[in-house]
Structure formats: C-alpha cells, structure tokens
C-alpha cells in the first residue's frame, strides 16, 4: 500500500512540476500579440496563445489594430507576433521585412485563397428556392459592367455594390485599386464594411435571403464551406502588376489575381532572437485548411469564443500540435487540458 501511495505521489508530483509556468518565463514581460479581428486570425491566435502559455510558460497579452496598424506596430516590436500573417502583400510589411525588422514563419495554412464572389445561384439559378438565373453569362471581373443592375447598390441603384473588406486591411487597399484596374469604379460602388463581422453578415443575410451579392472573401474561413459560391475569374498573377494594387498611390493600377497565398507567423526581429524555441515551434505549424475551415464554422454558428474553440482542437487533435513542440511542452500542455 506504501509504495503504491508513493508511485501515486511521485506521478502527482511530475504532473505538477509539468502544469507549471517555467521559472524564467515567468520573470519576461508578456509577450503581445496582434488581435485579429477576423475568425481565422482570432482562433490561430489563441492556438498559439495558449501553446505558448501552457506549455513554455510565457504570459501573453493582446493589442487591437488594423492589419496595417499592426504591421507597422511589429517593425516597432510594440508587436511581438501576428498569428496570421498574409506575408509579402503590403508595402509595409515588404519594407519592414527587407529591412530585418520583420520574419515570417512556416507555412502555416496551405491551399488559402482570396478573391472576388457571387452566389452560385446568381449564375444558375436555385429552382427550389425559386430564384432565376439573373447573371447567366457571368464569368469574369470583365463581364461585370453588363451586370450592375443585377447588383444594383440600394443607395446608389443606378451603379451595382461590390462589397469590400473594412478599411484598415491591407486587402481593402488592393480591392479598390482593382476596381480601377478593371474600370469599375464608374458602374460599381466601392462599399467597405465597417468590420470583418458586419462583411460576414452582409453576406450571410443575402445568400439567405436569395439576393445576389458581390464581395471580396478568402479562405480559410466558415463562410467558403457554408455556401455555394462561383470565384469570378482574374487576369492571371502579374508580380509587377500586383505592385501597382498593394500601393494606394498609385494611380493607374493594371489588373491580375492575387498574389498565391502564403499564411505565415510574423514576428519581430527581437523576438526572433530572443525566443529561439518558440521560432521553431512557430515555423511547424501547419493546420489542415479542411479541418480550420470545419472548426471556423462551428465556431461562427454557435457564436462560440475563439479560446474555447482553441482550447477544444488541442483536446481533440493532439496528434496535429504535438508534432508542432517538443515532448516535454506537449506534455504540459496536455497537463493543463
């Protein structure tokens, strides 16, 4: 009885010592990052959060700001992390990362995508709901100008609504040279949304409502599995032409795609240098974009907390993060759980 009491409290013990902050973690100032407003970003973040709570001990903390705030807050290092990074889009990061100031780590979400979108129904039409095909033809951003009364903008009715992201993310910025790239500007209204929130919820409302809709998306997100939805078609990638979009002062921008996704973890210089183990943890996250985007709705329809969510996948899918950290930080991590 003796030494089964003993065993017992040897293994409580080495549980404890696992469940514990490290010592000198605890004596760092908190290590910030950037609070991203849209549902991908905000779960990655708290993924990440809590690895690195749970398991190397860090305190971490959350600023608020626009994708392009928050950029230049990481040059600044006033940032220490954002969780997802669109890396190589905008100026500022370009500049602040030619100069040493930012890095971006690990590919962390493949196969994500961006672009313009409309309902499937408005191309085919939804018989069992009773809506016609109102845009039949419709393929291209060049198709277009014959259709903006099918989009036709409630206070300007005589141009359609392209709905964009909200002002202050760097796509909003390339949404809007696109417009002008594609001649657009004069048949169609540049509508931002005031967050990433109220752009879901313009969407949503329409697709529902059987009413077309015009808009900016990407993925990962809930939205892309929710719904049937057709990618307008773009002039393919043009590196040179792409410079032209990311760059709100350029006035006579040229039309392509998207630059080809690559979501990263950016991270300021000193971060990089003083936090080596979290470099090598952040540069192998790699979460399957089927199973984000199943989570990511779940977590859109039951309106759940981005940290409850996180804190369900690192129950439910040890064998994804576990290859992300060393045993010993899985470990107590999983203590913690």
């Known amino acids: 009885m003796t030494n089964i009491k003993n065993l017992l409290g040897g293994s409580l013990l080495v549980l404890g010592l696992l469940a514990q ?29 809590l690895l690195v709570e749970k398991g190397y001990g860090y305190r971490t903390e959350t600023l608020p700001g626009s994708t392009v705030s928050l950029e230049a807050a990481l040059a600044r290092d006033d940032v220490q992390v954002i969780g997802e990074e669109w890396a190589g889009r905008s100026p500022a990061w370009i500049k602040a990362e030619g100069e040493g100031k930012v890095f971006a780590l690990g590919d962390t979400v493949k196969h994500a995508t961006e672009g313009w979108w409309v309902p499937e129904y408005v191309i085919k039409g939804d018989p069992e709901r009773g809506i016609p095909a109102l845009a039949p033809d419709l393929r291209s ?29 760097t796509s909003e910025i390339v ?74 002062r350029y006035p006579n921008p040229r039309g392509t795609r998207s630059m080809p996704a690559r979501l990263t973890i950016g991270v300021s210089a000193p971060f990089r240098a003083e936090y080596p183990e979290l470099v090598a ?38 064998a994804i993060w576990q290859a992300w950290v060393p045993a010993d930080v899985a470990a107590r991590v999983s203590g913690s759980l």
């Open 21 to 49: 902050p490290l010592p000198a973690a605890e004596q760092r100032q908190p290590i910030h990052f950037a609070d991203l407003t849209w549902e991908s970003g905000s779960l990655i973040t708290e993924l990440l959060r």
């Open 141 to 169: 951003v060049a198709d277009l100008p014959r259709y903006k009364a099918v989009f036709s903008d409630p206070e300007s009715p005589e141009k359609g609504r392209f709905l964009n992201s909200p002002t202050g993310w």
């Open 175 to 248: 949404n809007s040279q696109k417009l002008k790239a594609y001649g657009l500007t004069d048949s169609f209204v540049n509508f931002r949304t005031g967050s990433g929130a109220a752009l879901d919820a313009e969407i949503s409302s329409s697709i529902r409502r059987g009413k077309p809709v015009l808009f900016y998306y990407w993925s990962p997100t809930p939205l892309l599995g929710r719904y049937k939805l057709v990618q307008l078609e773009e002039p393919p990638f043009d590196a040179a032409a792409w410079k032209t979009l990311a760059d709100a």
């Open 281 to 318: 943890f952040f540069e192998k996250v790699d979460l399957p974009i089927g199973l984000l985007n199943s989570n990511l709705a779940d977590m859109s329809e039951k309106r759940l907390p981005p940290r409850q969510v996180a804190e369900r996948f690192l129950r439910e899918q040890p």
